[in-house]
């Protein structure tokens, strides 16, 4: 069974910095993509970003692009998400997710394994 556990999450001020990793323990499919998606409270689950299986192509939310930086390490079966310029509205769960494949999807029906998620927290 494959597992997903996010850390990183945590309380910082507006402006500031943030990593997320994702380690997945298991390899689902012979080549999958990953990606990152958001959920306030009150709010449907969002896509932020995703990355291909090779890591050459990614695919970012427009409310994120420039600020944010997804990478993933397939030796470490682990993804990550630099978060950079952070704002109040950038609060939420945010959950790595798999999907099989070579894209770089951003629905929420494409990826078939989530973790728990890891709470980020910006204050202004």
């Known amino acids: 069974q494959v597992q997903l556990v996010e850390s990183g999450g945590g309380l910082v001020q507006a402006g500031g910095s943030l990593r997320l990793s994702c380690a997945a323990s298991?390899?689902?499919?012979?080549?999958?993509?990953m990606g990152w998606f958001c959920q306030a409270p009150g709010k449907e689950r969002e896509f932020v970003a995703s990355?291909?299986?090779?890591?050459?192509?990614?695919y970012y939310s427009d409310s994120v692009k420039g600020r944010f930086t997804i990478s993933r390490d397939n030796a470490k079966n682990t993804v990550y998400l630099q978060m950079n310029s952070l704002k109040p509205e950038d609060t939420a769960l945010y959950y790595c997710?798999?999907?099989?494949?070579?894209?770089?999807?951003?629905?929420?029906?494409?990826?078939?394994?989530w973790g728990q998620g890891t709470q980020v927290t910006v204050s202004s």
């Open positions: 997710a798999i999907a099989p494949g070579v894209g770089v999807p951003s629905h929420r029906y494409e990826y078939l394994y």
């Open positions: 298991g390899r689902p499919f012979a080549r999958y993509a």
């Open positions: 990355i291909s299986w090779s890591g050459d192509s990614t």
